[in-house]
């Protein structure tokens, strides 16, 4: 720990640590957060108050002459004028300024020297500094030392509101992005799932202009090779339970990059769901929530303080941020060879898409851009069938370029260093939600298994007649009759109307990004509703 001097930066308070170890941070979150409390494994536990999720549609970001061409501007990214984020910037430092003590975080984000960013984060509540010095790539003391000046700050000033009244503002939150001057504030939110995907949203920016893909995916590698594979897939599809392989090795969880040379992790540690975590059902995880770690929004109680993850009466969005060297089968430094396999997870509610399907470049391209998964009736007030769901390339909130410049990047990225694509469709069989049955996850892994070990690259196909893509007819460990949607579905007229269904969802999902990816990829979804029907 040491102190450092942000004067320059037009903050003026005098005790300003920086890097503090975590017992230090322990000690302090005890000593001045009212609701913080150490769990009986060693976890901080932490709250983020009225806020115990993202704000998207309070994401601002700085329409500059440099870069406002390159943005895909819309809902994701809504504009504000440069003046506007300097009013923001300046509430933010005043209410820093207030602060008797402050903390800085310096660390990086990208494990690969040649491309990762030096992060600053200013923050006054020693739990968001414990989190992103969890999250952040840990610098060693030799680095840090030679840190400079750092390539992002990150202001967080989450206690104070925004001014309501300043043009732009739509509530007391607001969280802008200034890519120009690499700064980002963050004003009347706490989450600390924010400064995370500041930083997330800052590499999806600077990446692509280097011709490196930044993905929202987890990814393994081999134990015997440099090979790895990379996991897309929206919530509920089992992107962390089927990363947590103990037969490979864990790159990151969440948030990579690929290069030239290979991918890299962006991040120092892991952000994983805690809702209903037991020791049996996710191990790695559950052992991970030790000292050092940070238990956000959960209950416990107040006798033993023993967590109750069960209990969502706080938030169901419950979270442990960990060091990635807290799981057991990681790889340090996170970095690894070009995949040979890249696998799209979708939970397909409606029962319609195959357990495993092989993909082209220009049909993952379209899936890419679609980032499709489906919503089960019950799980949502008002939700009484299948809801598609569609997020573009796996993460659409975090996107600052058009979806088609990603999809670009993976098709070059696929066609040069031979890779396969696969969709795997983690949801239902034999008929939707609530006639059919789940994949057992037994299948899935099985599946994963064999696309792994290179045996469903040469597995017999076949071409399904309504989206087109090769349909892996027979797996190792999987049975052959769940393998074709079609044979498990007791009314073969229901399967066709619910394929022509999703088929139509797909079609009008995707015009949205038709006119920046090429004719080729258009062509690449489903048929025609008509000709679907079959």
């Given at each position: ?262 991918i890299f992790n962006i991040e ?52 442990g941020a960990y060091p990635i ?210």
């Amino acid at each position: 720990m040491s102190k450092i001097d942000l004067k320059g930066l037009g903050i003026e308070v005098e005790d300003v640590r920086r890097n503090v170890p975590p017992c230090v941070l322990y000690e302090d979150a005890i000593r001045d957060e009212e609701d913080a409390a150490i769990a009986d494994t060693g976890a901080l536990l932490a709250y983020s108050g009225e806020k115990t999720g993202r704000s998207p549609k309070d994401k601002r970001v700085v329409e500059c002459d440099k870069s406002k061409d390159d943005v895909w501007w819309g809902p994701i990214n809504i504009p504000i004028e440069d003046q506007i984020f300097r009013i923001n910037l300046e509430r933010a430092k005043d209410y820093l300024n207030t602060r008797k003590k402050l903390y800085v975080v310096d660390a990086y984000a990208g494990w690969d020297p040649k491309y990762r960013l030096k992060i600053r984060v200013i923050c006054s509540r020693p739990y968001h500094a414990l989190f992103m010095y969890t999250m952040l790539i840990r610098p060693t003391p030799t680095e840090l030392e030679s840190f400079g000046d750092p390539d992002v700050v990150i202001y967080n000033a989450g206690r104070f509101p925004a001014n309501r009244h300043t043009p732009g503002m739509t509530s007391k939150t607001s969280v802008d992005v200034n890519l120009e001057d690499r700064e980002m504030v963050i004003l009347g939110t706490e989450y600390a799932g924010e400064m995370k995907k500041g930083v997330f949203t800052m590499m999806n920016y600077y990446m692509p202009k280097q011709e490196v893909l930044s993905m929202h995916c987890s990814a393994t590698c081999a134990p015997d090779s440099d090979r790895s594979s990379i996991l897309f897939g929206l919530s509920g599809t089992g992107k962390t339970t089927l990363s947590a392989d103990p037969k490979r090795l864990l790159i990151g969880d969440d948030e990579h990059c690929w290069s030239d040379e290979g991918i890299f992790n962006i991040e120092g540690g892991c952000y994983a769901k805690a809702i209903d975590l037991t020791p049996d059902n996710e191990p790695e995880i559950f052992q991970a929530l030790r000292f050092g770690a940070v238990l956000e929004n959960v209950v416990y109680d107040q006798e033993d303080h023993h967590v109750n993850f069960h209990d969502t009466s706080i938030t169901q969005n419950t979270r442990g941020a960990y060091p990635i060297e807290f799981i057991r089968n990681a790889k340090i430094p996170c970095v690894a060879g070009h995949p040979s396999d890249v696998i799209f997870l979708t939970c397909d509610a409606f029962g319609v898409l195959p357990p495993v399907s092989k993909l082209t470049p220009s049909q993952a391209m379209y899936h890419f851009i679609s980032g499709y998964t489906a919503k089960i009736a019950g799980t949502e007030v008002g939700v009484t069938e299948p809801q598609a769901t569609f997020s573009p390339c796996f993460g659409g909130p975090f996107l600052v370029w058009h979806p088609g410049k990603y999809a670009e990047l993976l098709a070059e990225k696929l066609e040069k260093h031979d890779a396969n694509v696969w969709l795997v469709n983690t949801g239902w069989t034999g008929g939707a939600y609530g006639e059919g049955a789940r994949i057992k996850l037994k299948y899935t892994r099985a599946i994963v298994d064999a696309i792994h070990s290179g045996e469903l690259a040469d597995a017999p196909t076949e071409t399904d007649p309504v989206f087109g893509f090769e349909v892996v007819t027979a797996c190792p460990e999987v049975p052959d009759e769940i393998l074709v949607p079609l044979h498990t579905w007791k009314n073969a007229d229901g399967y066709h109307k619910t394929a022509a269904k999703l088929a139509s969802l797909f079609t009008e999902n995707f015009q949205k990004y038709a006119s920046g990816v090429s004719e080729a990829v258009r062509q690449s979804g489903p048929v025609a509703k008509s000709t679907a029907t079959g």
